[in-house]
């Protein structure tokens, strides 16, 4: 069995249909690269072939290349990884330039065979660039396609044309949003856009390419850039238009990376050195652009944690054995508030049957308004269809009536976070539902192993933890309390699978995983303002390390009421172990001045009308005068990101979290840490373990105990070990 087939109709077409075998989606493997390439060359060659059409056996053409590939080049290349990778990557070039010129007289272009790219649905990153090489671009109008190049989102750029090609058909400035932000459309987006060429009813999508081959002349094969006279739309560099372009581009993406990601550096060099020079060295420029960015060690680690580990958690690699699908058909959610309104809102969206419970029936009608307001917005946006909107909506069923849980065979509490209120609706819930149903706790503080006890149930009580705003959060932590069973972990993570979310699994311990590494992020920020480091250095050397949002902008947007709530608890646990005195400090003294945050209209920072942020509140430095030595930048960066990660390692050598792919994913997803990095173990393993305990050694010796190297760390550095064994150095 091979990757593509070919057949040959009465009139001449050549019809070659890519349909991995036993994949419900079609990737690039380099076996079925070689296998294109062959059947291309047989088309080409083959005197009774007069034209092609590449399409797909399945619904959707491909989602993009096999990521394994790239390891497999290097591993090949032995001492020369990146002569391996750039010599693969040529070949995947001569292939699709194969296609492209189609076997014309270099010199007349003319005497090449017509190639269509017929597209059923789906076509990302390699998806798409076979397509871009090939002569024409039709889609089947199924508005659930995807088409575009989001290689960028995985800490690569599209390196098989993809980048040459499109900034050519597009202009710079036009193809930005899709090689620079990886944006897709749908296939009706895509044509107005430029993308694609044609759509056409689906039924007619071949008929329809074979059609156009019939059709075809010398000229209609002749790509604008193989023209002569050809110039770039939009400006080469050295035109006045392409000139603001370019320098346009480049500060744009300086601002929006801080220059942490090494792809969007790389992509802009290829379009822009690219464009200089003929459409062939443009290629070479990609793929040599493309191999630096594959060497480097950013690239590889945010491969592993946003691509193979993180489809590996979404495919159940933590579900238990054994234990038959658990998919939610109605879902009971108790409280309509933020949280409450947010899950039924994405349950509602996924087709499962919603009853939202509230303590009164107008709480639970609110409820339901608040996703009515959230659908009519994406409908907006263009993002949900109008039927599926109230289909949608037409399956949340709020009430106050408990007995509406009858059926119901997972239940989602997202009450007040007080144990008392979890503990009444839970036994009056269970007791409305059937003995079969799973009951879940969205809270974030409480060990769910004290929440178990009000269930008469434990073995079906789980954590299921949903991060704000839960529609656009895509992280779940699944939390298992000391009696919860399998069926109820297997239930969590089949409702997070139907959502489309990405889940970890992590034992009963306070602040579970994600809370627990963001909070001394956030009070490693307050203490600094505390020790006099002024707050723009702060919130700058945050952000230049790669976070999305500084530490201080952080606690106003989770409001200072809630610090001061949580360390007020935290103080009451733990007693005269308590270390964050001087981060209290802080905090009390803005909450005592009714700085509550982004929601009070006043904070770390100052807000406008509109609630907008309108700079760092200049009261801070009348309270916590800049001290006379600034800290480096470095420093600054060095306390916020080692904080995070040796809270990570502590999780995971305390057992809290079992998997480290679970705590890269989790940490990047769950509160953005530095994605560049591939998240904290990624990060530790960047540096080396002997590295990090020298770093951790320094900054404990002038910043205090908090930074000493736990002891699984020191063992590694001393074995010379990495959490991945595996990668490359
Ligand atoms: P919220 O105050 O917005 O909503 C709570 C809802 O519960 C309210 O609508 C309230 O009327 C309802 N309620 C209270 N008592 C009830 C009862 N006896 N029966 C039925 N309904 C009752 O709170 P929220 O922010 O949505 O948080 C809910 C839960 O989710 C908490 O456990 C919280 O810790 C957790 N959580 C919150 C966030 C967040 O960012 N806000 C994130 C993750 C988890």
Redesign the pocket.
Known sequence: MTDFTTTTDAQGIATIVWDVPERSMNVLSLEGLAALAALIEGALGDPEVRGVVITSGKADFAGGMDLNVIARMKAEAGAEPARGLFEGIMRMHGVLRRIELAGMDPKTKKGGKPVVAALPGTALGIGYEIPLACHRIIAAANPKARIGLPEILVGIFPGAGGTTRLARRLGAMAAAPYLLEGRTLAPDKALAAGLIDEVVAPEALIARAKEWILGAKDADLVKPWDQRGWKMPGGAPYTPEGFMTFLGASAMVMGRTQGVYPAAKALLSAVYEGALVPFDTALRIEARRFTQVLMHPSSGAMIRSLFISKQALEKGARRPEGVPDQSVRRLGV???????AGIAQVAAAAGIEVVL???DAA?AER?KATVAAAFAKAQKRGAMAPERAEAALARILPTADYAALAGVDLIVE????DPK??A??TARAEAAAGPEAIFA??????PISDLARASARPAQFVGI????PVDRMNLVEIIRGRDTGARAVAKALDFVRQLRKTPIVVEDARFFYANRCIIPYINEGLRMVGEGVVPALIENAARLAGMPVGPLQLVDE?SIELGVRIARATRAAMGADYPDDAVDQVLMRLADLGRLGRKAGAGLYDYGAGGERTGLWPGLGQIWPAAAVQPDVAEVQARLLMIQALEAVRAHEAGVLTDIREGDVGAILGWGFAPWSGGPFSWLDMQGAAEAVATCEGLSARHGPRFAPPAALRAMAERGARFYPDAAA
């Open positions: 108790l409280g309509a508030g933020m949280m409450g419970i509230d303590a709480a409820g997202a009450v007040f976070e209120v979890k009444e609706v706790s969205n809270t974030s503080t409480l933890h949903f991060f704000s989770t």
